[in-house]
């Protein structure tokens, strides 16, 4: 404990600085700070590319000043470069849209993207190690030009299974989670959610998450029928709450880099009804129900049954799951082994 709180560890994440946190952001940083001397910056401010960083005299100190950079995102990629320059090793945290590219929907790093793309592959080349969170978002990252299998791999997010745990008796409702924005609609699938919905009249189904784009919460209101609810935004209670009442949870996505709500709805007890896309089939596993992507007849049958299973028997197959394949500590053991690597003791 001592040798590494000698070490200053730069945290780079792409969060508003004046929101909270992501869940996925905070659980890291707690892993770090109980080990390191830790420095937070959000490239948020700096505008779309980040490059602005380059012109701030303010982070040049800050990255002089760390030992190692710790970079959740291809966004970092400024930060890694200006390390790079200044002989600070890093490690980036990477497998949402900074590495996956889903033409169909316009969601990814687009090659077409040309800054982008050769910005986030260039911080991959100069990081030491990237940290992929799925299988499938490893795969997604080696189709990258020029990146390192060898400087690269799995770490699978964890999931706190003690406080994601079933409470009390589960409601005949169905849930899912996702901010509302033009492009979830069809990433996550809430359009074929609420047609789902339609097909299910006699069983509530919520949506919970922040409200990004008000015109895409009435796009999606106008289509749902009246048997779904928009929650919006719930603060962790709340959404815990969610978690614990509903039966089973939907997520309906064309693509996952990991499946996060997914994981901490199964950590509570749902049982869950999918698309095989992206990370999620190494979430699911064998304990739910795979459907087709834009396929709400598929969803709604599935739904059926996985209500029916639920009503005759307490499920535990997909909370076994969670437990058993994606503990915190696991993921804090391997974030230390590469950072001791990269900055030893």
């Known amino acids: 404990m001592a040798d590494r709180r000698r070490r200053r560890i730069l945290f780079v994440h792409n969060d508003d600085p004046a929101k909270p946190l992501s869940s996925f952001f905070l659980q890291d940083l707690e892993h770090l700070r109980r080990e390191f001397d830790v420095e937070i910056l959000s490239v948020y401010p700096l505008g779309y590319w980040h490059l602005t960083a380059l012109a701030h005299a303010s982070i040049w100190r800050a990255v002089w000043r760390c030992d190692a950079i710790f970079g959740w995102f291809g966004s970092s990629a400024p930060i890694v470069m200006m390390g790079a320059a200044l002989g600070k090793p ?8 900074d590495v996956a590219y889903v033409p169909e929907i316009g969601y990814g790093l687009d090659p077409r993207q040309k800054v982008t793309y050769h910005l986030y592959t260039q ?3 100069l990081a030491r190690q990237v940290l992929l969170f799925s299988e499938a978002s490893r795969r997604d990252f080696l189709r990258l030009p020029g990146v390192s299998a060898e400087r690269s791999r799995t770490l699978y997010l964890g999931i706190d299974s003690d406080h994601f745990r079933p409470a009390g008796s589960k409601k005949r409702q169905v849930l899912t989670v996702s901010y509302i924005s033009s492009s979830a609609l069809l990433r996550k699938g809430l359009l074929s959610f609420a ?7 006699d069983v509530p189904h919520r949506i919970a998450g922040m409200v990004v784009d008000e ?7 106008a289509a749902a029928p009246p048997n779904v609810e928009i929650l919006g935004y719930l603060d962790d209670n709340q959404l815990l709450a969610e978690f614990q009442a509903a039966s089973v949870y939907v997520q309906l996505s064309h693509h996952e880099g990991f499946g996060a709500s997914l994981a901490e709805a199964m950590a509570c007890g749902c049982i869950p009804v999918a698309t095989e896309r992206g990370s999620i089939p190494e979430v699911v596993g064998d304990t739910g129900y795979y459907v087709p992507v ?8 599935a739904i059926r049954a996985a209500l029916e299973r639920a009503s005759t028997t307490a499920d535990e197959a997909a909370r076994r799951r969670i437990v058993e394949k994606f503990q915190p500590d696991e993921r804090r053991r391997g974030l230390l082994e590469v950072l001791d690597g990269i900055v030893p003791p």
């Open 195 to 201: 047609e789902a919905a339609r097909l299910c009249p």
């Open 123 to 125: 911080g991959f080349r």
């Open 90 to 97: 890093s490690v980036i945290i990477a497998g949402g849209s």
């Open 215 to 221: 015109a895409a919460r009435q796009k999606l209101a």
């Open 294 to 301: 834009d396929d709400p007849v598929a969803a709604s049958t």
